[in-house]
Every structure is written in C-alpha cells, then in structure tokens.
C-alpha cells in the first residue's frame, strides 16, 4: 500500500449534503433579509420592498427541504432526531471535557457514536429553533389581522430569539468544522478514519471493514 494512501468512510451521503448546503444558504438569506428589515440602520436596504420579498422567497426552501428530506429519507430523519434528543452517562461525561474540546483537545473524550454530545446537543437546538422560527414566521406573514398588537408582539420576539439561537448555533458549527478540520465531510461526503476514530469511535466500531475505502 502507498504510504500516501488514505482509508476513509462515508459520513454523508449527496441528500444529505444537498440539504446542508441549502439551508445554509437560505438561512443567511433570511439572516441578512432579516436584519434589513430590524436594524434601523440598514432600513435604507429594504427600499423598494426587495429585501422582504426574498426573505419570503427564501422562506420555501428553508421549511420544505428539511420536510422533504423527512418524507422521503424517514428512517434517516427519525434516527437524527431521536439520537438529537438522546443522552447517556458517556454523553454527560463528554460534557464534563467540553472545556478542552472547545479549545482543540480530544484527550480522555468518551467513547462516541455517529453523532457526539456536543453535535446532539446542536442538532437538538436546531430543531427547536428551527419550529420556532417557522411558526412564528407564518404567524407574523399571516397572522396581522387576528393575533392583535401583544400577540404579533410575542411571536416577533420568539422569531427573533430563535433567529439569534440559530446564529450562534451556526457560528459554533463553523468553528468546530475548522477546529477539526471536518469541512470535507460536507464537501466531499467523506472522512479520513483517524477523524472518524477520534470523533466517533463507538460508530466507527460498529461499521464493517468493507465500509472503509482506500484513496
């Protein structure tokens, strides 16, 4: 074997992938859409009422690629979610090393499976948020003339507090994914089987040798 070789496994398949990659794009869409229309500073931006159409443009995509992907890769979707909002005794003991993984380090990490506690702990956030937002967003597009000045009130509130989760959510992905240099898994669908072993061990662990490639 080539001392250049590399042995690596499949973490994403292209939907998956697909659907990554699309909700980053309509999700800083609807971020820079947004904040057009919040910031007083930026109220110059919405002249012409461009900003607010796109934002409800971008808003298709944002809601249906996820519930696509659900409709046609249930097994996969169910499995994330219910893995999202699992957590065992290593899970907790992860958390207790979160502080040295936050700043690069992998040492005494517990065993982890496809996804970690920290990645659980991310998609969970997602998820809520991402009802959140929805709802409060129709509620706002739709709701002017039943819900009243306190209701359209609330619900502009928790679409902007999930907005704010989601960013900071999205701000700690991106950092992790250069932190371990994880951005090929996403581009590429693929892994090196060290990140894999030190990632998720226990996944890696229970995949077969055929799932492993050599390049």
């Given at each position: 074997?080539?001392?250049?070789?590399?042995?690596?496994?499949?973490?994403?398949?292209?939907?998956?992938?697909?659907?990554?990659?699309?909700?980053?794009?309509?999700?800083?869409?609807?971020?820079?859409?947004?904040?057009?229309?919040?910031?007083?500073?930026?109220?110059?931006?919405?002249?012409?009422?461009?900003?607010?159409?796109?934002?409800?443009?971008?808003?298709?995509?944002?809601?249906?690629?996820?519930?696509?992907?659900?409709?046609?890769?249930?097994?996969?979707?169910?499995?994330?979610?219910?893995?999202s909002f699992t957590y065992?005794?290593?899970?907790?003991?992860?958390?207790k090393r979160m502080p040295?993984?936050?700043?690069?380090?992998?040492?005494?990490?517990?065993?982890?499976?496809?996804?970690?506690?920290?990645?659980?702990?991310?998609?969970?956030?997602?998820?809520?948020?991402?009802?959140?937002?929805?709802?409060?967003?129709?509620?706002?597009?739709?709701?002017?003339?039943?819900?009243?000045?306190?209701?359209?009130?609330?619900?502009?509130?928790?679409?902007?507090?999930?907005?704010?989760?989601?960013?900071?959510?999205?701000?700690?992905?991106?950092?992790?994914?250069?932190?371990?240099?994880?951005?090929?898994?996403?581009?590429?669908?693929?892994?090196?089987?060290?990140?894999?072993?030190?990632?998720?061990?226990?996944?890696?662990?229970?995949?077969?040798?055929?799932?492993?490639?050599?390049?």
């Open positions: 074997m080539s001392s250049e070789s590399v042995r690596l496994v499949q973490r994403y398949v292209t939907g998956q992938r697909v659907i990554h990659w699309a909700g980053v794009v309509t999700f800083l869409l609807l971020l820079a859409t947004g904040l057009v229309l919040l910031v007083p500073g930026l109220s110059s931006l919405a002249a012409g009422g461009v900003s607010r159409l796109v934002h409800r443009i971008a808003v298709a995509p944002f809601v249906l690629l996820p519930i696509l992907y659900g409709l046609f890769n249930p097994q996969r979707a169910r499995e994330l979610i219910v893995e065992t005794r290593q899970d907790v003991a992860w958390f040295g993984y936050f700043f690069g380090s992998t040492k005494d990490l517990p065993p982890q499976g496809r996804i970690n506690a920290g990645q659980k702990l991310h998609h969970a956030g997602t998820f809520i948020m991402f009802v959140t937002v929805t709802v409060s967003g129709f509620m706002l597009w739709f709701g002017k003339g039943q819900l009243g000045p306190d209701g359209l009130g609330l619900a502009a509130i928790a679409h902007d507090v999930s907005m704010l989760g989601l960013t900071v959510l999205l701000i700690g992905h991106v950092y992790f994914t250069f932190v371990y240099d994880a951005l090929s898994a996403m581009l590429t669908g693929w892994v090196t089987e060290e990140y894999a072993r030190l990632e998720h061990p226990q996944w890696l662990a229970e995949l077969p040798e055929s799932a492993i490639v050599v390049k």
